[in-house]
């Protein structure tokens, strides 16, 4: 009890002993204490559990836009208490309107306080009503609850327009809890210190005084400040991965054309993966890179040229490669790489991170975009071993300490695997993609000589979903407010 009691701020230590059995807020400013002060350290009390609050609707009556004038059969009455008045005569000197002027003559008339004639005298009980300030008195004492005024007088204002009005205001109730009670008994001292500074330390104040105890597991808001999509976070820490392990980053166009996309990776132009139905073609011509390249790339698709391969045995046609599309992989990126580079220039490490698009159904597994991390190292003693121990090394910066690799076909590499990782919390294995090492018939062609070639291109939103535990990977693009502020930052 003792530490809590030290753990409470000022405001909480004047506040708690004014507290007795269902204190109302407004009980308690009569102590000077400002409304807004006292609110807070109901808050703050009642999360410590020493007050339990509660709000109370209460009845208030106020002053109305005509309640805040001089009674206006006073008026009239102070008009003719010295002599008797026409009734253009108390009108002109009072300046009432048509509407007041009615009102106070019936009130009056009605109590018998006036006689009419051909002018109006004021009468004994008059000269009372007169002198008789109830109703101002009531009317001073507003605003007030209205179980405390006297109900006579307010049903005889109600019936009078815009005099007073009537509204509901929540009062806010506070009672001590057991423990509450426990720790109001106790010397709450209001001269703590609540933080050290040079001009404490140098009078030397602090010897003779207590600091306040700082409860660093009480309960506070929640503050949602501003930061980065979640995705890219982790592409940004997948992209710092690759840099920190001595790759340099690619970069290109998300549209290309076909030859970069399709052609230059060895990928036969009658091949399904070139469908409408697997990829978004859109309109106009791609620009080709220089001659010499494209005849490379032809003969290797028509008869392999000196690559040793027989080629795809087909007529190679450079209109089908102008053909613009939105990138199905960021492998066009490693592809234009290798038309840059010279044989000086090895050995060389590479990656990208980027958005690629295909025209997939859209389904809890599936989306029209994702994001791949591509990488190749071209280093004359590069062999798959080599492969798979960068992947292994990339995903274990990334949280994955388990990763496996299967035999695979795919067109442009040879051996080619799948890669798998383990996810520890869910315990099961989640598929991301394929690897191999590039054919003669892509690095012949594009590079002009036959070196090893590492390439990788796993998909990494599957990844990125299965940490943040998203089952739907529509869920990972949602616009869903609540998990943007309430999802946890990609460290690993």
Same mark, same amino acid.
């Given at each position: 009890?003792?530490?809590?009691?030290?753990?409470?701020?000022?405001?909480? #230590?004047?506040?708690?002993?004014?507290?007795?059995?269902? /204190?109302?807020?407004?009980?308690? /400013?009569?102590?000077?204490?400002k409304e807004i002060e006292i609110i807070?350290?109901?808050?703050?009390?009642?999360?410590?559990?020493?007050?339990?609050?509660?709000?109370?609707? /209460?009845?208030?009556?106020?002053?109305?836009?005509?309640?805040?004038?001089?009674?206006?059969?006073?008026?009239?009455?102070?008009?003719?208490?010295?002599?008797?008045?026409?009734?253009?005569?108390?009108?002109?000197?009072?300046?009432?309107?048509?509407?007041?002027?009615?009102?106070?003559?019936?009130?009056?008339?009605?109590?018998?306080?006036?006689?009419?004639?051909?002018?109006?005298?004021? /009468?004994?009980?008059?000269?009372?009503?007169?002198?008789?300030?109830?109703?101002?008195?009531?009317?001073?004492?507003?605003?007030?609850?209205? @179980?405390?005024?006297?109900?006579?007088?307010?049903?005889?204002?109600?019936?009078?327009?815009?005099?007073?009005?009537? %509204?509901?205001?929540?009062?806010?109730?506070?009672?001590?809890?057991?423990?509450? #009670?426990? +720790?109001?008994?106790?010397?709450?001292?209001?001269?703590?210190?609540?933080?050290?500074? +040079?001009?404490?330390?140098?009078?030397? $104040?602090?010897?003779?005084?207590?600091?306040?105890?700082?409860?660093?597991?009480?309960?506070?808001?929640?503050?949602?400040?501003?930061?980065?999509?979640?995705?890219?976070?982790?592409?940004?820490?997948?992209?710092?991965?690759?840099?920190?392990?001595?790759?340099?980053?690619?970069?290109?166009?998300?549209?290309? @054309?076909?030859?970069?996309?399709?052609?230059?990776?060895?990928?036969?132009?009658?091949?399904?993966?070139?469908?409408?139905?697997?990829?978004?073609?859109?309109?106009?011509?791609? &620009?080709?890179? @220089?001659?010499?390249?494209?005849? #490379?790339?032809?003969?290797?698709?028509?008869?392999?040229?000196?690559?040793?391969?027989?080629?795809?045995?087909?007529?190679?046609?450079?209109?089908?490669?102008?053909?613009?599309?939105?990138?199905?992989?960021?492998?066009?990126?490693?592809?234009?790489?290798?038309?840059?580079?010279?044989? $000086?220039?090895?050995?060389?490490?590479?990656?990208?991170?980027? =958005?690629?698009?295909?025209?997939?159904?859209?389904?809890?597994?599936?989306?029209?975009?994702?994001?791949?991390?591509?990488?190749?190292?071209? &280093? $004359?003693?590069?062999?798959? =071993?080599?492969?798979?121990?960068?992947?292994?090394?990339?995903?274990?910066?990334?949280?994955?300490?388990?990763? #496996?690799?299967?035999p695979a076909y795919f067109p442009y590499? %040879?051996?080619?695997?799948?890669?798998?990782?383990?996810?520890?919390?869910?315990?099961?294995?989640?598929?991301?993609?394929?690897?191999?090492?590039?054919?003669?018939?892509?690095?012949?062609?594009?590079?002009?000589? &036959?070196?090893?070639?590492?390439?990788?291109?796993?998909?990494?939103?599957?990844?990125?979903?299965?940490?943040?535990?998203?089952?739907?990977?529509?869920?990972?693009?949602?616009?869903?407010?609540?998990?943007?502020?309430?999802?946890?930052?990609?460290?690993?």
């Amino acid at each position: 009890m003792h530490k809590l009691a030290e753990s409470l701020s000022p405001i909480e #230590r004047k506040v708690l002993p004014l507290i007795k059995e269902n /204190t109302s807020l407004k009980q308690i /400013t009569k102590s000077g204490l400002k409304e807004i002060e006292i609110i807070r350290a109901f808050q703050w009390l009642e999360n410590k559990g020493l007050i339990k609050v509660k709000k109370e609707a /209460t009845e208030i009556v106020d002053l109305d836009v005509n309640g805040k004038k001089e009674l206006p059969e006073k008026k009239f009455l102070k008009s003719i208490s010295e002599r008797e008045l026409s009734l253009n005569e108390i009108q002109e000197r009072t300046k009432l309107s048509n509407d007041e002027l009615n009102v106070s003559l019936g009130l009056l008339k009605r109590n018998s306080c006036i006689l009419l004639g051909s002018k109006i005298k004021i /009468t004994s009980k008059g000269k009372e009503y007169l002198n008789n300030n109830k109703i101002e008195n009531f009317l001073i004492s507003l605003p007030k609850e209205k @179980s405390e005024l006297n109900q006579e007088i307010l049903n005889e204002l109600k019936k009078r327009k815009g005099m007073i009005k009537e %509204e509901s205001v929540k009062e806010r109730i506070a009672a001590l809890t057991e423990k509450g #009670r426990e +720790i109001s008994k106790l010397n709450l001292k209001s001269d703590m210190i609540e933080s050290l500074n +040079i001009k404490i330390l140098k009078s030397k $104040e602090w010897k003779n005084k207590d600091f306040r105890r700082y409860d660093i597991k009480i309960n506070v808001p929640k503050i949602y400040p501003g930061k980065k999509h979640f995705v890219n976070e982790a592409l940004d820490y997948a992209r710092r991965i690759w840099l920190e392990m001595g790759f340099k980053e690619m970069k290109g166009n998300m549209i290309q @054309s076909s030859f970069w996309n399709f052609d230059a990776l060895y990928t036969s132009q009658d091949h399904s993966v070139r469908d409408m139905h697997d990829t978004f073609y859109l309109n106009g011509k791609g &620009d080709l890179p @220089s001659k010499e390249i494209i005849n #490379r790339v032809k003969s290797a698709h028509e008869n392999g040229g000196n690559t040793g391969s027989k080629g795809w045995q087909y007529s190679w046609k450079e209109d089908e490669a102008r053909k613009l599309v939105l990138r199905t992989h960021t492998t066009v990126l490693s592809a234009q790489t290798l038309t840059k580079l010279k044989k $000086e220039d090895l050995p060389v490490k590479y990656f990208a991170v980027g =958005r690629c698009f295909r025209n997939e159904t859209l389904d809890f597994s599936h989306l029209f975009e994702f994001n791949q991390t591509e990488g190749i190292v071209i &280093d $004359e003693n590069a062999n798959l =071993r080599h492969l798979i121990g960068y992947l292994k090394e990339f995903f274990k910066k990334m949280g994955f300490e388990k990763a #496996r690799f299967r035999p695979a076909y795919f067109p442009y590499t %040879e051996m080619s695997l799948e890669i798998d990782i383990y996810h520890p919390v869910h315990k099961k294995w989640i598929e991301l993609g394929g690897a191999g090492m590039f054919r003669p018939e892509v690095v012949k062609p594009l590079l002009g000589i &036959d070196v090893p070639v590492l390439a990788w291109g796993p998909g990494i939103d599957r990844m990125i979903a299965d940490v943040y535990k998203i089952k739907d990977i529509r869920e990972v693009y949602k616009n869903d407010l609540k998990q943007l502020k309430e999802i946890k930052t990609w460290l690993k």
